[in-house]
């Protein structure tokens, strides 16, 4: 069993209200690995330049993830900086410089085209289906994408939809997508381009998946201490297939379980900057949150008798 990550492998300079941090690890594959590596084998292909600290990711090889993927090209590496309000529900984008990843083309390594499950991270859609051309044959596809690609390049973001078991979205970007306000419709409009599943994310109030004729919705954990909310949506979406990949079921209970395993990386993906918190994590913290979620969402039905 194995999940195969494409994506960014950026350096981030992020500020909070309560703290700033400086070139620190970040990226859609970065994030998305830290959390689906507590569940299985992951696997990742990106680009870095020569500026990159060579023990930024050591974190993620120590928790097992295979950067065997990732390259070294001449250049800068991917770069963002960004300033979070004091709710952290909205960011401001300081600096973007794509760097080397402006030129990225992804190459599978022979080895990895036996993953099992595959993750197309936030890139340019043409490159998304790039990937699915050297995967014979995953048993699961995920993407995710953003407002950029889907006003930039919609027609070849529409035929990935074709390819796709499940797509990851936040509530905006669903909309845009469907050109429709209600969340419902606009999931089903995605549904009927492809993917059986939308993963729907909402911040901090939680995630919703609209499956073939049910839905089913976590809340966002109440934490008492946020630092980043940056790469909250990819470890995510990294718990969510990891937890899969080591299930290796897709019925309604392993779908609503991972959502809940989701949402529980994401959680503690935003307790402290880049992957730190995720990096320090251990599974006896990730079992006892996923307990609380259950306890939190749980309760009998009491009816009033009916009528007679």
Do not use: C
């Not at 309000?85 to 960011?91: C, I």
């Not at 340019?124 to 050297?134: F, G, I, W």
């Not at 997508?177 to 009927?192: E, S």
């Amino acid at each position: 069993m194995s999940v195969l990550v494409v994506g960014s492998v950026a350096l981030d300079t992020v500020e909070t209200p309560f703290a700033r941090a400086e070139r620190v690890p970040g990226g859609s594959a970065v994030f998305f690995g830290a959390a689906a590596s507590f569940f299985t084998e992951v696997r990742v292909v990106g680009v870095v330049g020569d500026d990159y600290p060579v023990d930024a990711l050591a974190p993620l090889e120590a928790r097992g993830v295979d950067l065997t993927g990732v390259e070294r090209a001449a250049g800068e590496s991917f770069f963002w900086a960004g300033k979070y309000s004091y709710d952290l529900n909205s960011r401001e984008t300081l600096e973007t410089r794509l760097g080397v990843f402006g030129d990225f083309s992804p190459t599978i390594p022979a080895s990895y085209r036996d993953s099992d499950i595959v993750f197309l991270g936030n890139i340019d859609p043409t490159l998304q289906l790039r990937v699915l051309e050297q995967i014979p044959r995953p048993r699961l596809v995920a993407a995710d994408t953003m407002n950029f690609w889907i006003e930039g390049t919609r027609e070849p973001l529409i035929e990935l939809l074709r390819h796709l078991d499940i797509l990851f979205v936040n509530d905006e970007e669903a909309r845009q997508l469907a050109r429709d306000a209600n969340l419902a419709k606009a999931a089903r409009w995605i549904q009927d381009r492809g993917p059986g599943m939308v993963v729907i994310k909402k911040g901090e109030h939680g995630a919703i998946l609209f499956a073939d004729g049910w839905v089913f919705f976590t809340p966002g954990y109440p934490l008492e201490v946020v630092f980043d909310p940056t790469g909250a949506g990819d470890a995510f979406a990294g718990g969510f297939m990891g937890y899969l990949d080591f299930t290796g079921g897709r019925d309604p209970d392993d779908l609503r379980r991972a959502m809940v395993h989701g949402s529980t990386m994401g959680s503690y993906a935003v307790e402290s900057f880049s992957i730190d918190r995720l990096a320090n994590l251990s599974h006896d913290e990730v079992a006892g949150r996923v307990r609380t979620f259950r306890e939190m969402t749980s309760f009998e039905i009491d009816l009033p008798a009916t009528d007679s």
